[in-house]
Nanobody, 122 residues
Framework: QVQLVESGGASVQAGGSLTLSCAAS????????MAWFRQAPGKSREGVSLIAFNGDATVYADSLKGRITISRDNAQKMLYLQMKMLEPQDTAIYYC???????????????WGQGTQVTVSS
């Protein structure tokens, strides 16, 4: 069955860096676009970044552009999100998800991981 498992979340101080990972299994990883979303307490789920199935195209949320890099390793079935210059407002649960569409609308995604917590203190 399809599984997406995130890891790498942590508590860090503002200005710090983190790399999140997402391990995929149970499907043809290289046939799907992949994305990272986040959800802060009391807020709706927000699209962070999207990468094409072959890694040739990416999209970044305006609020995070310049501070994050999405990448993937299709041979290892892994998705990554490098984050730097973290801010307290980046505190959220971060999720990876898959889609056949070119979209950061959560409704276009059919499988999600369980999430990994990122907490940024000032």
């Amino acid at each position: 069955q399809v599984q997406l498992v995130e890891s790498g979340g942590a508590s860090v101080q503002a200005g710090g860096s983190l790399t999140l990972s997402c391990a995929a299994s149970g499907y043809n990883f290289d046939k799907y676009n992949m994305a990272w979303f986040r959800q802060a307490p009391g807020k709706s789920r927000e699209g962070v970044s999207l990468i094409a199935f072959n890694g040739d195209a990416t999209v970044y949320a305006d609020s995070l552009k310049g501070r994050i890099t999405i990448s993937r390793d299709n041979a290892q079935k892994m998705l990554y999100l490098q984050m730097k210059m973290l801010e307290p407002q980046d505190t959220a649960i971060y999720y990876c998800a898959r889609t056949h569409r070119w979209s950061l609308d959560p409704a276009d995604y059919d499988y999600w991981g369980q999430g990994t917590q990122v907490t940024v203190s000032s």
